[in-house]
């Protein structure tokens, strides 16, 4: 089958990260669509300062070139704002072609005038990029939750704004100094008084909100204050208190009718979403079924963002081309391209371990543990002994040691045990920093 052609509107942060995602992962991603996907056409105003590969891709600077080229079938703007983007996007719909978008503001403020464009003309337009980057919330609500009635929910939705909170609670820096980091980072707004102002978060919890209720796009509804006014003194008092300060953006549905409001909110630093730093986004969402639960990822930044702009490409790919009653994979892959990769047995898989072991209290067993450890070319992280309780002869040690073939670990532990210093067996629990790189 031939591959969908796509038309890409801005060469930016974002389109940047989607022609180099794309072109990095083609053959992954069309086992997924069960169609190839290639850029054919796309528009930037700058387009020397992209950093994207466009080999292939007919590049100009007039937009409009692009929603009117007839083998573009779906058109991705990642322009951003109000204005060309909403005249761009409607003139997209009345050509048949479907629309993928990480614009938050588009969607907010014209959403409903689009949509129902959408449905005149048959097509799809997808904006799971517009919320929270990289993180599929919207998929999670509109698919996943299908099942509650949403209570309410609350998001750290504006990576900007989360950065600097974290900066100034952390590093005590100032507000303007982490601002021009996260400018220059490619996280911040074209206008960063959207970010600092919390009008990027309300245009993200305005679509929230709806997909989660059920409502019409209210963006001109929702109370919005923003980060400004927060101080350094501010942050600690909280921290004194147990409490951290997030900007929020929240919704709620009670007996009256829907909370929608963004602002600095103190959380106890228990929860989980006070822990969310820097530029991470995070959603708890609460449904009447499910419960909480908690979606957490980089709310920001070329390739996270890219990554939801190409599911949704992926998602009308497959409703173009499969069979509409079944438009999702059972495995998400299409059957016919599933791998034949073998599965590992347990004895060939890497990993850093936890190990505890009651051993005798006396000169050299240490060195003989670690000696058995440095035979079986095992490194170890980091030692831990503590004193034998009252009236036993055996110290606790606590080893953690660097990744190594399980295969390797179970030698270690066999000589190990063999010792005559060590009482019993060694307890092992598996360790995985789960680090991003
Ligand atoms: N300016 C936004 C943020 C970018 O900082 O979260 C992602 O929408």
Do not use: C
């Not at 614009?103 to 799809?124: D, S, Y």
């Not at 350094?232 to 009670?254: C, F, N, P, S």
């Not at 898989?349 to 240490?366: F, H, K, N, S």
């Amino acid at each position: 089958m031939n591959p969908v052609k796509v038309g890409l509107l801005g060469l930016g942060t974002v389109g940047g990260g989607t022609v180099n995602v794309l072109k990095r992962n083609a053959e992954e991603i069309s086992r997924r669509a069960g169609r190839g996907i290639v850029i054919t056409h796309a528009a930037a105003k700058n387009l020397d300062s992209t950093r994207a590969d466009t080999t292939g891709i007919r590049l100009g600077s007039d937009a409009y070139e692009v929603v009117n080229d007839p083998e573009v079938a779906i058109v991705v703007e990642l322009i951003g704002g109000y204005e060309p983007a909403r005249t761009l996007v409607l003139q997209a719909i009345r050509n048949g072609k479907h629309v993928v978008t990480a614009n938050k503001a588009l969607i907010a403020r014209h959403g409903n005038e689009i949509f129902a464009a959408a449905r005149e003309h048959g097509v799809t337009v997808a904006f799971e990029a517009a919320v929270a980057g990289g993180i599929p919330v919207i998929k999670a609500i509109r698919e996943g939750l299908a099942a509650n009635r949403i209570e309410w929910l609350a998001g750290i939705i504006n990576g900007t704004g989360n950065f600097i909170l974290t900066e100034m609670r952390d590093k005590g820096r100032d507000f303007a100094d982490v601002l021009a980091e996260a400018q220059a980072l490619g996280y911040a707004e074209a206008d960063p008084t959207f970010d600092v102002e919390g009008i990027d978060a309300a245009h993200k919890l305005t679509i929230l909100a709806s997909i989660a209720f059920g409502v019409p796009l209210q963006f001109e509804k929702v109370y919005t204050e923003g980060i400004t006014r927060i101080t350094r003194e501010d942050v600690a008092y909280a921290e004194q208190l147990g409490y951290r300060i997030k900007h929020l953006g929240l919704a709620r549905a009670t007996e009256e009718g829907i909370e929608l409001r963004v602002h600095p909110t103190l959380i106890p630093e228990r929860r989980l979403i006070a822990n969310v730093d820097g530029v991470m986004n995070a959603v708890l969402i609460k449904g009447d079924a499910v419960g909480p639960t908690l979606y957490y990822g980089a709310g920001a930044g070329a390739e996270p963002t890219a990554s939801a702009v190409i599911a949704d490409i992926v998602d009308v790919v497959r409703a173009l081309t499969s069979d509409p009653g079944n438009r999702v994979p059972h495995l998400a892959f299409q059957p016919d391209a599933l791998s034949d990769k073998p599965v590992l047995p347990v004895e060939d898989i890497e990993t850093a371990y936890y190990l505890r072991l009651q051993a005798a209290d006396r000169p050299g067993v240490l060195a003989e543990v670690t000696r058995s450890f440095a035979d079986a070319g095992i490194s170890i992280e980091a030692i831990l002994q503590k004193e034998p309780p009252a009236g036993s002869p055996d110290a606790t040690v606590i080893i953690l040691t660097q990744r190594v073939r399980e295969r390797q670990m179970n030698e270690a532990i066999a000589r190990i045990e063999a010792l005559d210093a060590i009482t019993g067996t060694v307890t092992r629990i598996r360790l995985e920093h789960l680090a991003s790189n």
